[in-house]
């Protein structure tokens, strides 16, 4: 069964150096997203992606995050200069339809920085 | 704002007994769709269960069933037969036409023996 992949599954990092998580979504969907899970908290819409743009961003999803799709089939989460408030779990997810379609889940990337 | 409340941080059910999961959220759109994910201990959340808005049927997949109160928003999620499996962290969500799903804390249940 089709699934969707994140890597890596755990990065560790010093504060202020760049993250990049990875993910490849389901092969035939449209729609691309990021959200996050600080421990113990709720899961945090962070950016939707459609069209090879930017369909919609939170308020956490400021200057230091980006989002691309370089090649058709990744799709990465940029953290510029991470902060201690950035560890947490992101979450790829993926769906062949907006609004009535069901994301698929990525297992996640836990990101700690020191 | 638009919010989604789990006011159960976490249950406990025997097997084999019944367990309701509760979950309200606030909107103003009146075309929407409302989720339960599961999401077992280190694994992704997968899709439980899937409600339409403009539905009055409430949604039945096999054990797993929702009560569906539109005018209340209320959305909670029915376990029946619980099985020591569907122990996991549940989350119910919304999504609307800006394309975002907002998702509550989640409810963190335990199955007991």
């Known amino acids: 069964e089709p699934e969707v992949t994140q890597t890596p599954s755990h990065q560790v990092t010093q504060m202020g150096q760049e993250v990049i998580l990875r993910c490849v979504p389901i092969?035939?969907?449209?729609?691309f997203y990021w959200y996050r899970q600080i421990l113990g908290q709720k899961v945090e819409f962070l950016v939707s992606?459609?069209?090879?743009?930017?369909?919609?961003k939170s308020e956490i999803f400021d200057d230091q995050f980006s989002v691309e799709r370089p090649d058709g089939s990744n799709f990465t989460l940029k953290i510029r200069s991470t902060k201690l408030e950035d560890s947490a779990m992101y979450f790829c997810?993926?769906?062949?339809?907006?609004?009535?379609?069901?994301?698929?889940f990525g297992e996640g990337s836990r990101l700690t920085v020191l | 704002a638009q919010t989604v409340t789990q006011s159960q941080p976490e249950m406990s059910v025997q097997e084999a007994e019944t367990v309701t999961l509760s979950c309200t959220y606030d909107t103003s759109e009146s075309d929407y769709y409302l989720f339960w994910y599961k999401q077992p201990p280190s694994r992704q959340m997968i899709l439980v269960i899937r409600?339409?808005?403009?539905?009055?049927q409430n949604a039945t997949e096999n054990r797993f069933s929702v009560n569906f109160q539109k005018a209340a928003k209320s959305f909670s999620l029915k376990i029946s037969d619980s099985q020591l499996g569907d122990a996991a962290m549940y989350f119910c969500?919304?999504?609307?036409?800006?394309?975002?799903?907002?998702f509550g804390k989640g409810t963190r249940l335990h199955i007991l023996p």
């Open positions: 997810a993926s769906t062949g339809t907006s609004f009535t379609g069901e994301l698929f």
């Open positions: 992606f459609y069209n090879n743009e930017i369909s919609e």
């Open positions: 969500a919304r999504r609307g036409r800006d394309d975002k799903i907002i």
């Open positions: 409600q339409e808005a403009y539905k009055q």
């Open positions: 092969s035939n969907h449209l729609y």
